[in-house]
T-cell receptor
Framework: GAVVSQHPSRVICKSGTSVKIECRSL??????MFWYRQFPKKSLMLMAT?????????EQGVEKDKFLINHASLTLSTLTVTSAHPEDSSFYIC????????????FGEGSRLTVL | DQQVKQNSPSLSVQEGRISILNCDYT??????FLWYKKYPAEGPTFLIS?????DKNEDGRFTVFLNKSAKHLSLHIVPSQPGDSAVYFC??????????FGTGTSLTVIP
């Protein structure tokens, strides 16, 4: 089946630095990718919807200048956490949808970010 | 109101046998369902997913079954191994929206 790969799976960084997380669709073209953040014991919150070739649509309360999303190709979307703070420490997961609005959604394995 | 429920907080299974973890949801609009595995002191790891257009998805020893009419999904692990001992969370949601987690089931596989 289709595979969505996230890299890195775990990253530790110092406060104030920027971290980039990649989400790749390995065997299909994804026109739409979603980025989620999971808080301890809470739900998986949608952060933004990323469409290839256009600007991402951010959910209310998500700082677009802090969480930069780029979807430059049909197989790659990146999430960059800029000037990371300890409160940004979380589990980030992406999902990718095949071409067309009715395409099946596939989930990445997630990236664990720890900001010291 | 809990939209996703895992009614069994714990489960013990003998090594080699089948582990069955259950999950119920309330919103019939949910169209994607996920299972996560979490070891102590670590973040959750995505395990397997299923969309509402399917009733079964298999990945190696892990199979997820979806019963839309009953709003119920289950994760089967066959054969169970000691390394499978962890807390398993199910999550449900609609594509492009928030996903809701259950409270988890702690699985212990006894050697």
């Amino acid at each position: 089946g289709a595979v969505v790969s996230q890299h890195p799976s775990r990253v530790i960084c110092k406060s104030g630095t920027s971290v980039k997380i990649e989400c790749r669709s390995l065997d299909f073209q994804a026109t739409t990718m979603f980025w989620y953040r999971q808080f301890p014991k809470k739900s998986l919150m949608l952060m933004a919807t990323s469409n290839e070739g256009s600007k991402a649509t951010y959910e209310q309360g998500v700082e677009k200048d802090k969480f930069l999303i780029n979807h430059a190709s049909l197989t790659l979307s990146t999430l960059t956490v800029t000037s990371a703070h300890p409160e940004d420490s979380s589990f980030y997961i992406c999902s990718a949808r095949e071409r067309g609005n009715t395409g099946e959604l596939f989930f990445g394995e997630g990236s664990r970010l720890t900001v010291l | 109101d809990q939209q996703v429920k895992q009614n069994s907080p714990s489960l013990s299974v003998q090594e080699g046998r089948i582990s069955i973890l259950n999950c119920d949801y309330t919103n019939s609009m949910f169209d994607y369902f996920l299972w996560y595995k979490k070891y102590p002191a670590e973040g959750p790891t995505f395990l397997i997913s299923i969309s509402s257009i399917k009733d079964k998805n298999e990945d190696g020893r892990f199979t997820v079954f979806l019963n839309k009419s009953a709003k119920h999904l289950s994760l089967h692990i066959v054969p169970s191994q000691p390394g499978d001992s962890a807390v398993y969370f199910c999550a449900a949601g609609k594509a492009g929206n928030q996903f809701y987690f259950g409270t988890g089931t702690s699985l212990t596989v006894i050697p």
